[in-house]
């Protein structure tokens, strides 16, 4: 996944120097040359799953009750559009679960395709990468993997000012032990939708 996050951002980088000043110069429509994307979600957590792995038992699953579980999110992505219809990026959030409480760091890979060129425009997009910890033992960041798949709206609201807003299945393993998501004994997997709106930039 590090090389995968790698080799998107030089992706990134050699187009960049690709285009010419006066075309980034003429992106009204914000679709060409670099962007920013910073948004705020909500998720509804509909499925909790945890493997739990007991010595003499094996492993042990269960399924978690739902109720009131739920999580807000902040997201920010830095991408660059390689056509005014596709656009890749490298996205960092943060996420604060609920009903079970923890908190996620996931850097993402950011794929976009936008179905106009038009200043409104429908747009799908993914999110897939990792969860990091920062902090130490004392972190109150998971360890996991982010996987996210919508549909969005990109829509100008006035000069210069666009927003998005996004629809959206999103799947978090989260390992509740020091070790990765494969090796430990204590996994969550959350499923949900979410809702976002932000603006890009």
Not at 39 to 52: A, C, M, P, S
Request: no cysteine; proline share 2%.
């Amino acid at each position: 996944m590090k090389k995968l996050l790698t080799f998107s951002f030089f992706i990134i980088s050699f187009y960049s120097f690709g285009q010419t000043e006066n075309k980034i110069s003429k992106d009204e429509y914000k679709n060409i040359g670099f962007f920013n994307i910073t948004k705020f979600g909500y998720i509804g957590v509909t499925n909790l799953k945890q493997e739990r792995f007991i010595e003499g038992e094996g492993n042990i699953f269960s399924d978690l009750e739902t109720d009131k579980a739920h999580a807000w999110s902040l997201q920010t992505i830095n991408g660059y559009f390689l056509s005014p219809s596709f656009s890749l990026g490298i996205g960092v959030g943060l996420d604060g679960y609920h009903n079970p409480d923890f908190n996620t760091l996931p850097v993402v890979l950011d794929t976009r395709f936008y179905f106009s060129d038009d200043s409104d425009s429908f747009y799908t997009f993914l999110n897939i990468g990792p969860s990091v910890r920062i902090g130490g033992e004392n972190s109150k960041f998971r360890k996991g993997m982010v996987f996210n798949i919508g549909a969005g709206y990109k829509f100008k609201v006035a000069n210069n000012l666009f927003l998005v807003s996004d629809i959206y299945y999103a799947h978090k393993t989260v390992s509740f032990t020091d070790e990765w998501i494969g090796t430990s004994d204590d996994v969550i997997k959350a499923n949900g939708f979410g809702l976002s709106l932000g603006v890009i930039f």
